[in-house]
């Protein structure tokens, strides 16, 4: 192997911890991840990089929290995590290295030319998704961040979550968990977060979920709405405006209004043409407006969507 400088070196306890960078995978407002490989096997590893604002003091609790979230947690859906190393100047997160995300993913498939997603890998994709949060739920883990880009797609169509930054654990009853506006990417944001519901359950991934079987369909975003409003407009319009009658207790929700402009509801089969009835169905259970009402995870596992499917995973 060839001598590598200094900064394409990344140093963890140990002789046997020294990573060399190969190339950046991502970079955000939480700092950078990288693809390495481990000197002393030639493993590859993903490698995120969270540099500490200098003009606090220790790390972030969100980093801590999302740490002890990934250090629980042992199920094939799930992303590894390797090992976690504070120097003194950064937080070194080391992962299982996985190819990409379903975001990439998807934009390969991006385009009226492009081919489809066929239905078998939809359908794969979904059960482990819906496998994931199911473990995660039973765990009291709520994800609070379903999206493609926190989607990992290994050779196979084997997915895993990632990307805990926003997850949290909860406890019964489930207390006031975040102002609703801070979790959850607003295109897959469910409406009761869009309309102020302080308190809420794994419900919220479920709806995230659904949006996600949906794009696969699609190839784009069912609802790309641009602000809150927009996006709760969005939905309304393809499910109806939600009343008393339909959803009881939104009229207590701190953003509704009796004012809200009356859409009634749509077949879903006219937005995503290309799912089956099946699909559709569990779509449907996906996108109910009560949290009470919406199917959970576990039994989204067992819907017959996934029928054949399932039987290709052992959990």
């Known amino acids: 192997m060839q001598q590598q400088s200094t900064d394409e070196m990344i140093e963890m306890a140990g002789a046997d911890q020294s990573y060399t960078k190969v190339e950046k ?11 390495a490989e481990k000197v002393d096997t030639g493993e590859l590893v993903a490698i995120k990089q969270i540099k500490l604002d200098c003009h606090t003091e220790g790390i972030p609790q969100s980093t801590l929290r999302e740490i002890s979230i990934l250090q629980s947690l042992n199920h094939n859906c799930i992303i590894s995590l390797k090992k976690a190393a504070f120097n003194g100047k950064q937080m ?26 066929a239905v078998p890998i939809i359908k794969k994709m979904g059960y482990q998704l819906f496998a994931g949060l199911s473990y995660l739920h039973q765990n009291r883990i ?19 979550i990632a990307d805990f930054g926003l997850g949290v654990t909860h406890g019964i009853p489930v207390r006031h968990l975040s102002d609703p506006n801070e979790i959850v990417t607003l295109n897959y ?19 995230s979920a659904g949006l996600i079987i949906a794009e696969l369909y699609n190839k784009k975003i069912l609802l790309e709405g641009t602000e809150e409003l927009t996006q709760m407009f969005m939905i309304f319009n393809l499910l109806g405006t939600p009343t008393e009658h339909t959803w009881k207790g ?11 402009p009356r859409w009634p509801p749509t077949d879903l089969l ?41 039987d290709e995973f052992d959990f």
């Open 25 to 35: 995978l991502g970079e955000g407002s939480y700092g950078v991840v990288y693809k």
């Open 92 to 117: 070194n997160m080391i992962f299982e290295y996985v190819e990409q995300d379903m975001e990439a993913f998807l934009n390969s498939h991006a385009g009226e030319c492009s081919p489809e997603i």
């Open 142 to 160: 709520f994800h609070r961040d379903i999206k493609p880009a926190n989607l990992l797609i290994k050779e196979g169509g084997i997915l895993k």
């Open 189 to 207: 944001r469910a409406p009761e977060l869009l309309l102020g519901a302080l308190t809420y359950t794994g419900q919220i991934d479920v709806w």
């Open 250 to 260: 939104i009229s207590k929700l701190e953003h509704y209004s009796d004012k809200f």
């Open 270 to 310: 006219t937005s995503i043409p290309r799912a089956c009835e099946k699909g559709i169905d569990l779509l449907n259970q996906c996108f109910k407006y009560r949290p009470v009402e919406r199917i959970t995870a576990k039994a989204a596992c067992q819907h017959p969507f996934f029928a054949g499917i399932r």
